[in-house]
Nanobody, 125 residues
């Protein structure tokens, strides 16, 4: 049974930093591409960042230069380092796993096979 468990979300002031973690189990982590999505109140879930098996990365324009995705295959964990946080970054952040063996980095929700429960990030102004 695949499980993805996010952690690290909390209340932070604008301009601050947070690191989110997503611990995966029940899968061969190194073979999966991993992504982060977020959903703000009243909005649809949107792509934030992704990293494939070869450590190639992709980012949404809104977070490029501020967020960094990384993975540690030895720990079955993917991270999202978030710097220079803005109130607009307030959302529930979800981790997702893509089992397709492709070098292409998935950026759409329906391309991911497994999802975590989410962790709340709130950025105060």
């Amino acid at each position: 049974q695949v499980q993805l468990v996010e952690s690290g979300g909390r209340l932070v002031q604008a301009g601050g930093s947070l690191r989110l973690s997503c611990a995966a189990s029940g899968l061969t982590f190194s073979t999966y591409a991993m992504g982060w999505f977020r959903q703000a109140p009243g909005k649809e879930r949107e792509f934030v960042a992704a990293i494939n098996r070869s450590y190639a990365t992709a980012y949404a324009d809104s977070v490029k230069g501020r967020f960094t995705i990384s993975r540690d295959n030895a720990k079955n964990t993917v991270y999202l380092q978030m710097n220079s946080l803005k109130p607009d970054d307030t959302a529930v952040y979800y981790c997702a796993a893509d089992r397709k063996l492709s070098s292409r980095i998935a950026t759409k929700e329906n391309e991911y096979d497994y999802w975590g429960q989410g962790t709340q990030v709130t950025v105060s102004s």
